[in-house]
C-alpha cells in the first residue's frame, strides 16, 4: 500500500452568497485509515463532504485524488473515482428488492431484458462482504435501519468504491448493531478502503478512528489522534470546556403526574403501566423496537391501544385523542423531527405556534398578538439561534430545530413532557442546553419522560430508568442502582426467545 | 444541501436585509412576485400588440373573463394549499347554478332562497368530498374526479339536459353595477373573503400546516381532519358562488356549463405560485393567475389567434410560469 493519501482536500473554501460555510479547510485520506471528521452542527461538514460526492464544488482550494488535482463536478464523477458517500437520510427505494437496490443504474442485461438471475447472483455476493446473508428478491424497506446501512455499504463496495464517507452512520443504531457495523468498518479498512467517518459520539471515535479532524465554524481547528481524551475533544470541538456533560438537577419528587396502568396493544405493547411524579425525569431505555416508541405515542394520543389507561393529574384520558392528552397537558416532541415535528417550510414562528394556533383563537380569529409575543419569549428562553422567527425552520440546525419543537410545548404550558429520542443528530452545546430545558420543566412542577438510545444520556439525566424489552416492561430502577451494564441486562431480556 | 444553510452560532448575526440597495430591493420583489411581473410585461406586450387592449371597456370585459376562474380557483387555493386538489369544482358550479334555477323555476322558490338552496349544494357537495378523504381516506384526486362526474351527472338529471332560466337574483349577479359589472366585484368579495380566512382564521393557518406536514400538524393537536373537511366544503362553496355568476351572466342555468373549469382553477393556482405539494399558495396569487389567463385569451381574440391555437399557447405558458416558479424556488 502507497502512502500517498486517497484524497486529499487542499484548504478549500465554500461560499454561498457572502456567507462562507466551509473556510480553508484541509482535510486527507489514506488508505486503510479512517479519519473521524468532528465538528458541532451547522461547523460546515456536511458541506465539506459534499464537495467530494460532488455535490458542490469548492470555491477556492483544491481536490487532490491519488495526487492529481480533480474536479468533482457531480455525484457521477464522485461515484467514477471511487468515491462513495453514505447519507445520513439512506437513500434505499424501499419498494424495490435489495437486488435492484444494489444494482440500480447498472442491471445486468442479456438480449435487451434483465438478467434476473446474474443480477441476484452480483446482489448476494455485495451483500456477502458487509456480512449480510439475506435474501436479495426482498424489499429493502423490510429491513431495520441498520440492516439497510449494510446494504448502502455494499453498494458502495459493488461499485469498487475505494472511499467511502460515512455520515453519521450510527445515530439510529443500537449498541449490538454498531458493533457489527464496526466489524465491517474494520475489515474493510484491513482492505485497504479509506474513510471518512462522521459521528456526534466521542466514544465510537477512539473505537474506530485513527486520527480526526477538528473544524468549528467552518474553520479549520486541529488534526488530532483518535487516542485524544473525550473532553479535549469536546473542547477542540465548541472552543470551551462544557464543564459537565449531564446538568442533572434532581428536584424532589411530588404527587404523582402521569401515570400509566396495563397498557397494551397487540403486536406492539403489552401491560406497560408506570407512574412519573411531578418534578421528576423517567428514563425508558431499551432496543429499537421495543415499544417505546409506540408506548409514549399512544400516551400522547398519537395512536390508539387496545387496553389500559393514562391519567393525568388523577384524570383519565380518552384513547386515541391527541386534543385531550394536549388539553390535559401532555405534549410530545417525536423520535424524527423532520417527518412528524416539523412543518419545515414554514417560518419558526408558524413552528413555535401550532400547538397554541386553534386554542388561542377567539372567534376563529388567530391571536396574531399573542402567536408572535409567545413565539419570540419562547425562543429568547430557548436560545433558538436563529436569523429572525420569520425564518424558514428547514434553515436551522439539527438542535436548534430540536428546539423550536419543544417550544411548542413549553409555550402552550405543557406539563407533562414525552420526549423521544431528544437529542439526536443534536451537537454537543445543544444537547446541554436541552438537558437544562429539562431540568427548568421539573424544577417548575412538571414531568419528563425520555426515551433515548444513548444510554450515558438516559443514565445521565434520569430520576428512575424503566427499561423496554419487546414491548413489556423489563425492569423499573432508580438511577443510583443503575449502569450500563444492568440496563442492557434488562434491555435483552427475553428478547432472543421471543424474536421470530 | 439542507446544511448549508444552517445558521452559525454567532452572537450577533448581521441582517442583511437591512443594508441592501434599492435596486437589489426591486430584484428581490420582482423574484418573489413573479406572476405578478410576468402579468405586467404580458399586458405591456398585449398593449404594444394591439391599442384595443388598454381601453375600459376591454379592461373590464378582462376582469368579466377572469371572474368566474378566480372564484373557482380562491376555492381550489385552500384545497391546494393542504396538498389536495379539487377536480369537482366545475362540476359543482354547474349543479349549483342548476339547483338554484331548477328550485327557482320548477318549485317557485323565491329567489334568494332558490340562491340559498345553490350556495347549499355546493358546500354539502364539497363536505362530502371532504369527508371522502379525510374519513374515507380516499385520495383527493379519486374522491373528487367522482364528485366531478356525479355533480355533472346530477345536473342533466335535474335540467333534463335543458337549460333553465335563472331567479331574478342570479341574473342580476352576473349584471352590471353602474359602469362595474357585478361579476368583477364578486370576484373582489369572494378574494377578499378567501384572504382573510387564509390570513386570520386559525383554521386557514392550519390549512398552511396541514398541507406542509400533515404529521406534524397532527401531533400539534391541529384538528386535521375538521380542517380537511372544511377546505373541500370552502372548495364547494366558492364553486357554487362561481356557478351563480357564470349563469346569472347567461340569464340561465346550462347543463354542460363550466366544463373543464377544473383544469383553469388548478392552472390558475399554481401559475400564482402554489406548490401542488402543499404548504404553499396565496389568494393575491391566484389572481394574478387568473388574470394571466385571462389576458392572454382576451389578448389573442383581440390579435384574432384561432381558438384552437389559444389552447396550444395557454398550455406553455402554465409550463413556462410553473417552470420558472420552480427554478426560482431551486436557487433560493
Known amino acids: 500500500m502507497s502512502d500517498q493519501p486517497i484524497l486529499t482536500l487542499d484548504h478549500v473554501s465554500k461560499r454561498f452568497g457572502s456567507i462562507t460555510v466551509v473556510d480553508d479547510v484541509t482535510l486527507n485520506v489514506n488508505p486503510g485509515k479512517i479519519q473521524v471528521l468532528l465538528g458541532e452542527n451547522g461547523a460546515g461538514k456536511s458541506t465539506l463532504i459534499n464537495m467530494v460526492a460532488g455535490v458542490h464544488e469548492p470555491s477556492s482550494g483544491q481536490i487532490i485524488v491519488d495526487g492529481h488535482p480533480t474536479r468533482i463536478p457531480d455525484t457521477k464523477a464522485s461515484e467514477a473515482l471511487g468515491i462513495a458517500t453514505i447519507h445520513q437520510e439512506l437513500q434505499l427505494v424501499s419498494s424495490l428488492s435489495l437486488a435492484e437496490n444494489i444494482m440500480m443504474g447498472r442491471l445486468p442485461r442479456r438480449f435487451g431484458l434483465v438478467d434476473k438471475g446474474e443480477m441476484y447472483r452480483l446482489a448476494t455476493e455485495a451483500l456477502t462482504t458487509v456480512g449480510l446473508h439475506v435474501d436479495p428478491r426482498m424489499p429493502a424497506g423490510a429491513l431495520g435501519i441498520a440492516r439497510q446501512q449494510l446494504v448502502e455499504i455494499a453498494k458502495a463496495l459493488s461499485l469498487k468504491a475505494r472511499l467511502l464517507i460515512l455520515d453519521e452512520p450510527t445515530a439510529s443504531l443500537t449498541k449490538h448493531e454498531i458493533e457489527h457495523l464496526f466489524g465491517v468498518i474494520s475489515q474493510l479498512r484491513s482492505e485497504g478502503v479509506g474513510m471518512v467517518f462522521i459521528s456526534h459520539h466521542l466514544d465510537e471515535i477512539s473505537a474506530i478512528g485513527d486520527s480526526v479532524t477538528v473544524i468549528r465554524d467552518g474553520k479549520f481547528v486541529a488534526e488530532v489522534p483518535a487516542t485524544t481524551p473525550e473532553p479535549e475533544l469536546v473542547r477542540l470541538m465548541v472552543g470551551r470546556t462544557i464543564d459537565e456533560q449531564f446538568p442533572r438537577r434532581a428536584t424532589p419528587p411530588q404527587e404523582p403526574l402521569l401515570s400509566v396502568e396495563g397498557l397494551t396493544r397487540k403486536g406492539a405493547f403489552t401491560d406497560v403501566s408506570f407512574e412519573v411524579r411531578a418534578g421528576e425525569v423517567l428514563g425508558i431505555a431499551g432496543l429499537v423496537g421495543a415499544g417505546r416508541t409506540e408506548v409514549v405515542r399512544a400516551i400522547a394520543g398519537a395512536d390508539s391501544y387496545d387496553t389500559g389507561t393514562v391519567t393525568v393529574d388523577g384524570k383519565p384520558l380518552s384513547k386515541g385523542r391527541i386534543a385531550a392528552a394536549i388539553a390535559a397537558g401532555v405534549g410530545l416532541v417525536p423520535e424524527d423531527r423532520k417527518a412528524f415535528g416539523l412543518v419545515l417550510g414554514a417560518s419558526v414562528e408558524d413552528n413555535l405556534g401550532y400547538v397554541t394556533l386553534m386554542s388561542s383563537a377567539r372567534y376563529g380569529l388567530v391571536d396574531r398578538r399573542g402567536q408572535a409575543r409567545r413565539a419570540s419569549e419562547v425562543a429568547q428562553r430557548l436560545a433558538v439561534r436563529m436569523r429572525g422567527l420569520g425564518q424558514r425552520v428547514s434553515a436551522l440546525s439539527g438542535g436548534n430545530q430540536q428546539k423550536v419543537v419543544l417550544g411548542r410545548w413549553i409555550s402552550a404550558g405543557s406539563r407533562v413532557l414525552l420526549l423521544d429520542e431528544p437529542t439526536r443528530g443534536v451537537d454537543v452545546g445543544a444537547k446541554v442546553e436541552i438537558y437544562q430545558l429539562m431540568n427548568e420543566i421539573t424544577a417548575a412542577g412538571g414531568a419528563v419522560v425520555m426515551v433515548s438510545s444513548e444510554l450515558p444520556e438516559v443514565l445521565g439525566m434520569s430520576d428512575r430508568i424503566l427499561v423496554m424489552s419487546d414491548g413489556r416492561v423489563a425492569g423499573v430502577l432508580a438511577v443510583a442502582d443503575a449502569d450500563q451494564p444492568t440496563v442492557m441486562s434488562l434491555a435483552v431480556k427475553e428478547v432472543e426467545s421471543d424474536r421470530v | ?332
Open chain 2, 1 to 332: 444541501m439542507s446544511n448549508t444553510q444552517e445558521t452559525k452560532p454567532t452572537p450577533h448575526p448581521t441582517p442583511t436585509a437591512d443594508v441592501k440597495s434599492t435596486g437589489a430591493k426591486i430584484a428581490d420583489f420582482a423574484s418573489d412576485n413573479g406572476a405578478l411581473v410576468g402579468l405586467l410585461v404580458l399586458c405591456l406586450g398585449m398593449f404594444i400588440a394591439t391599442p384595443d387592449f388598454l381601453t375600459p371597456n376591454n379592461l373590464l370585459n378582462v376582469g368579466i373573463q377572469a371572474s368566474v376562474v378566480a372564484i373557482l380557483a380562491f376555492g381550489q387555493t385552500f384545497v391546494i394549499v393542504t396538498a389536495g386538489i379539487d377536480l369537482s369544482v366545475g362540476s359543482l358550479a354547474a349543479l349549483s347554478a342548476m339547483v338554484a334555477a331548477f328550485t327557482g323555476q320548477s318549485w317557485g322558490m323565491p329567489p334568494l332562497v332558490a340562491l340559498l338552496f345553490g350556495l347549499l349544494t355546493g358546500l354539502a357537495a364539497g363536505m362530502i368530498s371532504g369527508a371522502a378523504t379525510a374519513y374515507g381516506k380516499l385520495p383527493p384526486f379519486i374522491a373528487t374526479l367522482a364528485m366531478l362526474s356525479v355533480a355533472r351527472g346530477l345536473t342533466l338529471v335535474v335540467s333534463n339536459g335543458i337549460p333553465i332560466p335563472t331567479p331574478s337574483v342570479v341574473t342580476w349577479l352576473g349584471g352590471d353595477v353602474g359602469p362595474i359589472p357585478m361579476p368583477v366585484i364578486v370576484m373582489l368579495v369572494m378574494g377578499a373573503l378567501g384572504w382573510f380566512t387564509l390570513n386570520r382564521l386559525s383554521i386557514g393557518r392550519a390549512m398552511y400546516a396541514v398541507g406542509g406536514n400533515l404529521e406534524a400538524a397532527r401531533l400539534s393537536g391541529i384538528p386535521v381532519k375538521r380542517v380537511l373537511v372544511t377546505v373541500y366544503a370552502l372548495s364547494g362553496l366558492f364553486a357554487a358562488v362561481a356557478g351563480l355568476v357564470l349563469s346569472g351572466r347567461l340569464a340561465s342555468a346550462q347543463p354542460q356549463a363550466a366544463t373543464g373549469y377544473e383544469l383553469d382553477s388548478i392552472a390558475a393556482v399554481v401559475i400564482g405560485g402554489a406548490s401542488l405539494a402543499g404548504g404553499v399558495g396565496k389568494i393575491s396569487g391566484t389572481l394574478i393567475g387568473a388574470l394571466v389567463l385571462a389576458v392572454i385569451r382576451n389578448g389573442l381574440n383581440l390579435l384574432n389567434v384561432s381558438a384552437f391555437w389559444q389552447q396550444v399557447i395557454i398550455g406553455l405558458v402554465i409550463a413556462v410560469a410553473v417552470g420558472i416558479d420552480v427554478l426560482r424556488r431551486k436557487r433560493t
